[in-house]
C-alpha cells in the first residue's frame, strides 16, 4: 500500500469521519474539509487536518481548496455542483471517489441486482438525483477522464444513527414501543428484502479502493453486507435484542398513515416496500472487500448505541 494525500470532504459527518479515521490509520495523510463540526455524534478525527468551508463555494474550492497538497478526493455527500466543481479545479486528483447509493437502482429488475443494473432513467421509487449527479460525473471520465468512482452503500446501519424501521424512515418512537411492549401496527411487508451495510465496513471500502486507483477509476461499485435478509427477520431481530413482547398488526399502507399521520408515502413508506438484494462481488474482486458484519449483527449494535446513548 502506498500513502496517498487525501482529501475528505463531510468528514464530521457520520461515514466521512469514519472513512477520515480509516485513512489516518491505514497511513494517509488526510485533510478533512467540513463547514463546521457536526451537532451529531461523530468519531474522534485524530490526525486529520480540518479546514472549515463549503464546498459548494466555487471560490473556496478555486482558491483554497485547489492549492492544497492532494492526490486524492473522497466526497461523503456529494452533489452535482461538487461534481462540476471538482473536475474543473481539483486537477491534481489522480482518484475521485464519491458516496452514492443503491437507491439509484430501485425498482430492482433481478435479484441480486449488480452494477449493470439499469439506474440512469426516473422511476417512481429511485433517488433521481443522485442518479443525475453519477451519469454526468461517469460523462466526463469518459470524455475528460475525470478519474471518478461511484460507491453505492445500501441502507446505512451501525453506530451512531438509528436504524431504519417498518414504518419507513428512522423514528425511534418505532423503537421504544418495541421496548416498552406497546402494540405496533405495519404494512405487510415482513417479505420484502432487505440490506443493510455497516457503517464501519462502508467507510472501510472507500479506503481500500485508495489501494487500487487504476483498477476504480470510472467504475461503479455495490457495497453492503454480503446478503439481504427479509424485514420480517429484521423485525424479529430487533424484537429479540429489545427482549419486546409487542403485538404486531398489519394493516394495509393507507391504514398504516391514518395510525400514523407523520408517515408519508413518497420516499417513506413506499421505498421501504421496495426489494433490495444486491451482490457486492465487484467490490470484492477489484479491491478486496470484505464485510465483517451482517445485517442482524449491525441492527444490535445501532440498537445497542441508541440504548448508551439515551435514545431508547
Same mark, same amino acid.
Given at each position: 500500500?502506498n500513502?496517498?494525500?487525501?482529501?475528505v470532504f463531510?468528514?464530521?459527518?457520520?461515514?466521512?469521519?469514519?472513512?477520515?479515521?480509516?485513512?489516518?490509520?491505514a497511513?494517509?495523510?488526510?485533510?478533512?474539509i467540513?463547514?463546521g463540526?457536526n451537532?451529531?455524534?461523530?468519531?474522534?478525527?485524530e490526525?486529520?487536518?480540518?479546514i472549515?468551508g463549503?464546498?459548494?463555494?466555487?471560490s473556496?474550492i478555486?482558491?483554497?481548496?485547489?492549492k492544497?497538497?492532494?492526490?486524492?478526493?473522497?466526497?461523503?455527500?456529494?452533489?452535482?455542483n461538487?461534481?462540476e466543481?471538482?473536475?474543473?479545479?481539483?486537477?491534481?486528483?489522480?482518484?475521485?471517489?464519491?458516496c452514492?447509493?443503491?437507491?439509484?437502482?430501485?425498482?430492482?429488475?433481478?435479484f441480486?441486482a449488480?452494477e449493470?443494473?439499469?439506474?440512469r432513467?426516473?422511476?417512481?421509487?429511485?433517488?433521481y438525483?443522485q442518479?443525475v449527479?453519477d451519469?454526468r460525473?461517469i460523462?466526463?471520465?469518459?470524455?475528460?477522464?475525470?478519474p471518478?468512482s461511484?460507491l453505492?452503500?445500501?441502507?446505512?446501519?451501525?453506530?451512531g444513527?438509528?436504524?431504519l424501521?417498518?414504518w419507513g424512515a428512522?423514528?425511534?418512537?418505532?423503537?421504544?414501543?418495541?421496548?416498552?411492549?406497546e402494540?405496533?401496527?405495519i404494512?405487510?411487508c415482513?417479505?420484502?428484502?432487505?440490506q443493510s451495510?455497516?457503517?464501519?465496513?462502508?467507510?472501510?471500502?472507500?479506503?481500500k479502493?485508495l489501494?487500487?486507483?487504476?483498477e476504480v477509476?470510472?467504475?461503479?461499485?455495490?457495497?453492503?453486507?454480503?446478503?439481504a435478509?427479509?424485514l420480517?427477520?429484521? !423485525?424479529?431481530t430487533? /424484537?429479540q &435484542?429489545?427482549?419486546? #413482547?409487542? %403485538?404486531?398488526r398489519?394493516v394495509?399502507p393507507?391504514?398504516?398513515?391514518?395510525i400514523?399521520p407523520?408517515?408519508?408515502?413518497t420516499?417513506?413508506?413506499?421505498? !421501504?416496500?421496495?426489494? /433490495?438484494? &444486491?451482490?457486492?462481488g #465487484?467490490? %470484492?474482486?477489484?479491491f478486496?472487500?470484505v464485510?465483517?458484519?451482517t445485517?442482524e449483527?449491525g441492527?444490535?449494535?445501532?440498537l445497542?448505541w441508541?440504548?448508551k446513548?439515551?435514545?431508547?
Amino acid at each position: 500500500m502506498n500513502s496517498r494525500k487525501v482529501l475528505v470532504f463531510g468528514a464530521t459527518g457520520e461515514i466521512g469521519g469514519r472513512i477520515a479515521r480509516d485513512c489516518v490509520r491505514a497511513g494517509h495523510k488526510v485533510i478533512g474539509i467540513s463547514r463546521g463540526k457536526n451537532s451529531n455524534e461523530h468519531v474522534e478525527l485524530e490526525g486529520v487536518q480540518m479546514i472549515c468551508g463549503d464546498k459548494s463555494d466555487e471560490s473556496f474550492i478555486r482558491d483554497t481548496v485547489a492549492k492544497l497538497d492532494y492526490d486524492a478526493v473522497i466526497n461523503s455527500v456529494p452533489n452535482i455542483n461538487d461534481v462540476e466543481l471538482c473536475s474543473k479545479y481539483l486537477k491534481k486528483a489522480e482518484n475521485v471517489l464519491f458516496c452514492s447509493s443503491t437507491g439509484t437502482f430501485v425498482p430492482l429488475r433481478y435479484f441480486p441486482a449488480d452494477e449493470n443494473h439499469p439506474w440512469r432513467e426516473k422511476t417512481p421509487v429511485n433517488f433521481y438525483q443522485q442518479c443525475v449527479r453519477d451519469a454526468r460525473a461517469i460523462e466526463l471520465w469518459e470524455t475528460e477522464d475525470f478519474p471518478v468512482s461511484i460507491l453505492r452503500p445500501t441502507n446505512i446501519i451501525g453506530p451512531g444513527r438509528v436504524p431504519l424501521e417498518l414504518w419507513g424512515a428512522r423514528d425511534i418512537a418505532f423503537f421504544k414501543k418495541l421496548k416498552s411492549g406497546e402494540s405496533i401496527s405495519i404494512a405487510p411487508c415482513e417479505h420484502i428484502l432487505l440490506q443493510s451495510g455497516y457503517n464501519d465496513d462502508l467507510a472501510g471500502a472507500f479506503v481500500k479502493a485508495l489501494d487500487y486507483p487504476d483498477e476504480v477509476r470510472g467504475e461503479i461499485f455495490i457495497i453492503s453486507c454480503r446478503k439481504a435478509i427479509t424485514l420480517g427477520t429484521y !423485525l424479529s431481530t430487533a /424484537m429479540q &435484542f429489545l427482549n419486546s #413482547k409487542s %403485538e404486531i398488526r398489519r394493516v394495509s399502507p393507507e391504514e398504516l398513515m391514518k395510525i400514523y399521520p407523520e408517515i408519508t408515502w413518497t420516499n417513506r413508506l413506499d421505498f !421501504l416496500l421496495e426489494h /433490495m438484494c &444486491f451482490d457486492i462481488g #465487484k467490490a %470484492e474482486l477489484i479491491f478486496g472487500y470484505v464485510p465483517r458484519k451482517t445485517a442482524e449483527e449491525g441492527l444490535a449494535d445501532a440498537l445497542e448505541w441508541c440504548e448508551k446513548t439515551g435514545l431508547l
